[in-house]
């Protein structure tokens, strides 16, 4: 049986097949990060349940995603079989109690578990351009993009935030451009097409707030218990690429949020990697790098990360060689490339005189596996050949009405379940864009008010040649014929007499002038 310090794995074997010894994995070293691989059908889910079941009695938050549905028993307590009760028999596990574990279940759709969130801004441009497979180029301006909202002051909450930004940088491509670079509209657009893919495929679901509190996956009971975080991932391995950038997202927030604690008698967090291979297909150096980094420092922030997928290949080697604990089930050595995995797997051990690593491991039966943890100054053990005890919590899935009764009795029950949709880059940058219609259309107003001011004095109308402009200084037209003079109408020449007649003050010169005047009215 397991010491207080330690996790029971099971029990080794001797060549004969007999017992040898309890087979344990040392609190202190679990957050030296772990592997679990194996193929189909040997046994991986069942190792990773009695481990999250360990960490969790020791006090050890545990967060674990559930690809078929299996896990969800480990919040059901266990019955009594005929096949588990000769397991623990065998390898002296005494006594054989069964417990149900404090689970919470989330499910980034909502529908098995707890809504399960994030923003855009805590993504990153990285992740979000790994979500979206952009290319170097696209993801050149997703960056910028990143840059711009920091700089004006954007919140990037959800998807529409950022659908947003990037018409509002198309809008702007030269202006933006001369600071940052080239940012060609076909790249905003490919990205935009992205996006309403990763919208297609659930990508609204995951994006918004109130976004996951790191505090709420590291809680303990009052028994002194960690709690199992159990992510409902048959729907989401519809899509691997989400599946794969949400648990990565959620290693680099631990990382970014966890403060430095060096190396604790126990974990403060176990981080379960399921189909860990997901991660890493056809991934770009930067991000294959950035696992590196996270998983190599984040030991210091008191987090295991254990990988579990079916082949040690799936796992760079410079990933593999940050693995101190390592439980390895029966691979098929059928193919090249398996014999190769079985080969790099034989290579990984401590190596054990008693038997061939390579050998046994083709050879090994359901629920039998290779172990080595590491012991007293972090060396790995020797290679074991192992019988892995039997769950204390329930084989198998649980009901949806046990899932619901236990969705209804959580800790976080009624935090997460409804969306907040509060102001952000969407709403601030739609209210900038009338706030400028609005100036447009008050500059407009100004300038009509202006333009009538200037046309509100009129002219008598002359009629249509004096209408046209023809009396204007410089003018090159000729001025109109004169109209036929009217019998009552005064000419010039009496105009002229007229005025000679106001000169002159003799009666003698009035007559004259009568004289002539009447002379030449006669003439005419």
Known sequence: MAQEDSIFIGASRKPDDSY????????????????????????????????????????????????????????????????????????KLEPYEFQ??????????????????????????????????????????????????????????DMKDLQALLANIA???????????????????????????????????FFGEPALKIPDIMRTTRDGRGAINVLAADKLMMNPRLYATFLLWLMSELFEVLPEVGDPDRPRLVFFFDEAHLLFDDAPKALVDRVEQVVRLIRSKGVGVYFVTQNPLDVPETVL????????????????????????????????????????????????????????????????????????????????????????ESPVAGQYDETVDRESAFEMLQKKALEAQQAEEQAQQQDDSRETGRSRWTLPDFGDDYSQGSSGRGSTRSRPAPRPRASNRQTVAEAAIKSVVRSVGSQVGRALVRGILGSLKKGF
């Open 100 to 157: 149900e574990f404090p689970v919470i279940f989330w499910d980034l759709f909502g529908e098995q578990g707890h809504p399960i969130r994030a923003t855009i801004s805590e993504m990153g441009p990285l992740l979000l351009s790994r979500l979206m497979n952009l290319t170097e180029a696209q993801e050149g301006v997703m960056n910028i993009a990143f840059r711009i909202a920091d700089e004006e002051g954007l919140l990037l909450l």
């Open 321 to 408: 060689a940050q693995l101190g604990n390592r439980v390895q089930h029966a691979l098929r050595a059928y193919t090249p490339r398996e014999q190769k995995a079985v080969k790099t797997a034989a290579d990984t051990f401590r190596p054990n005189p008693d038997f061939n690593c390579a050998e046994t491991i083709t050879q090994l039966g359901t629920g039998e596996a290779l172990v080595s943890t590491l012991e007293a100054k972090g060396v790995p053990s020797m290679v074991q050949r192992t019988l892995i005890r039997p769950p204390a919590s329930r084989l198998g899935p649980i009901t949806p009405q046990e899932r619901q009764k236990l969705i209804a």
């Open 20 to 91: 040898q010894k309890p087979e344990e994995l040392l609190l202190k070293y679990g957050n030296r990060h772990g592997l679990v691989t194996g193929a189909t059908g040997t046994g991986k889910t069942v190792t990773l349940q009695i481990l999250a079941e360990g960490f969790s009695n020791a006090g050890v938050p545990v967060f674990c995603a559930d690809i078929k549905g299996d896990l969800s028993g480990i919040a059901m307590m266990g019955e009594a079989k005929d096949f588990l009760t000769a397991r623990a028999e065998t390898i």
């Open 171 to 205: 809008s702007r491509a030269d202006e933006i451009g001369a600071r940052y670079g080239n940012v060609t509209k076909p790249s905003v657009g490919a990205i935009q097409r992205s996006l309403l893919v990763l919208e297609q495929q659930g990508g609204n679901n």
